[in-house]
């Protein structure tokens, strides 16, 4: 039996002569038309085992790319000079960028404070309504919930621009935002200690309005 | 548009990435789930397509995007594994029992769904480097010479991993109950 020019043939691996060479081999041999009929038994059956991805996961997949600007087209005059001149001009506007515009005495002290540490979301511990009855793990939701609110957090934005650009957040999932944003959990109604300030989610018990809130 | 195109259009094109998610995220997500679990499938989706759009400018279109991705997927799973320390088989509570629920159903289909069970733990009982094989001709519908490249193997060697993988599976299609 040929097992391996099965699958190459199937795969449209064979050249046209080999290719021809083998289907006359086939009309003599049972093994290999077995074999060959497992072959795509088997992809039939894969194929029938195929999932698409949860819409939510999609939607987040694709609001995360943000599309870059378009390349500067004025740099294309540059080639003309070469290498060399282009390296120069390049290292000159480098330069110019990195000592940028004159700066305020306020604004020199401000960016000299280092940023706030990344305390939230990665070390949150789902409380047990929170996580995998199986698995003890946070549930997938929550943990894609997280990532949303450790976006809009690094982002800055406020809680308006997050109902806008978050809106899984923001409607699904509106006690994240009211921990990212502690200042304004009265804007959504809610009430700041839903999650520590370490991001810990507090128990059922603690917040029973939102016991079985989010979905597995 | 080609994939090609799409993935060197997505840095800048929001529609052209969406369109790529879209038409690869039953296969990457089917792929993900028997290969990892289901349990880490999601972030290793999610992870999948983040590195697909920071390295697209470094994708050479030579009509290979189907292997690019699934090389993607299969490297940061190999790197979930050597981080967490976790097993690189899926339990058959991954694979099987959490299959989404379909509608009630007559005999017949039952029998195909049980099928379909036993079909999904057969393969999350492969070893690995079948699996891989597998998954990546089935749902990456790759050639035999792509994934020899993809997972840096001699053809011979994917091609007899593929006939080891056919020959455990055999059994788990003839009889559902195996």
Redesign the interface.
Known sequence: MH??RC??YE???LDGAEAAEFERHLKGCAECRE?LA??R???R??????????RR??A???A???????AVPWLVFLRPLGLAAGAAFAAALLMYALRGTPRTPAETEASSVPPPPRTFPERAVAAPEFA?A??G?PR?AF??AL?DAEEFRLRGLDADAARVQFPRVAVARPRLIADVVPDRPAAFGLSPAVFSPEGVAVPAVAAPHLSGALPD | MDDDALIQA?????EA??TL??RY??????FL??LAGR?AA??L??ET??KV?ENAHRYEARGKAASWLFKIANNLTRNHWAKSGRRKFVSA?DAAER??DRAPQPHAALEQEE??KG??AQ?AALPVEQRQV?LM???GQM???EIAETLDIPL?TA??R??YA?GK??NA?EDPHA
């Open positions: 097992e391996n699958l190459l795969s449209g691996e074999r497992l072959v038994r088997v992809h059956a894969s194929g029938a085992l195929a999932e698409d991805a949860p996961l999609v987040a997949v694709v995360r790319a943000r599309p870059e600007p378009a995998s199986r698995t793990r997938a943990r894609s990532d | 997505c840095r800048t094109d929001s990435f969406r998610v879209e995220q039953a296969r990457i997500y089917s789930i028997r349990d999601e972030d989706f999610q397509w983040l759009y509570d299959l989404p099928s379909r079909l999904a393969i597998l001709r089935e749902y050639s035999f010479k011979g091609l007899s593929m006939n056919l599976l055999r299609l």
